[in-house]
Nanobody
Framework: QVQLVESGGGLVQAGDSLRLTCTAS????????MGWFRQAPGKEREFVSA????????DYADSAKGRFTISRDRDKNTVYLQMNSLKPEDTAVYYC?????????????????WGQGTQVTVSS
């Protein structure tokens, strides 16, 4: 089974940047879509961004458009989330996830494999 490991979270100030990294290891990597989600305390997990592994096409939540950029390195089985102009409301645990089915999705249930999450805290 593929394992997803996130890194790159931390404590930053509003306006700063962070780059999250998610690397897949073990088993045969066969995801069609890789996504980033986040979950703030007391809130449901929400979609942030996704990238289709083969074509590289991307999708962003409105909250991420213009500030976040998702990318992938197919040779390294790694997906990145560059986050700029961070705001306190971006504070959450960020998870990467792998979708095996066809087509991009914003639904948590459509993603089969999940990482353990990395904490992002943005102070005002």
């Amino acid at each position: 089974q593929v394992q997803l490991v996130e890194s790159g979270g931390g404590l930053v100030q509003a306006g700063d940047s962070l780059r999250l990294t998610c690397t897949a290891s073990g088993g045969t990597f066969s995801a069609s879509v890789m996504g980033w989600f986040r979950q703030a305390p007391g809130k449901e997990r929400e979609f942030v961004s996704a990238i289709r592994w083969s074509a590289g096409s991307t999708d962003y939540a409105d909250s991420a458009k213009g500030r976040f950029t998702i990318s992938r390195d197919r040779d390294k089985n790694t997906v990145y989330l560059q986050m700029n102009s961070l705001k306190p409301e971006d504070t959450a645990v960020y998870y990467c996830a792998a979708r095996l089915g066809y087509g991009s999705s914003r639904w948590v249930a459509d993603y089969a494999d999940w990482g353990q999450g990395t904490q992002v805290t943005v102070s005002s």
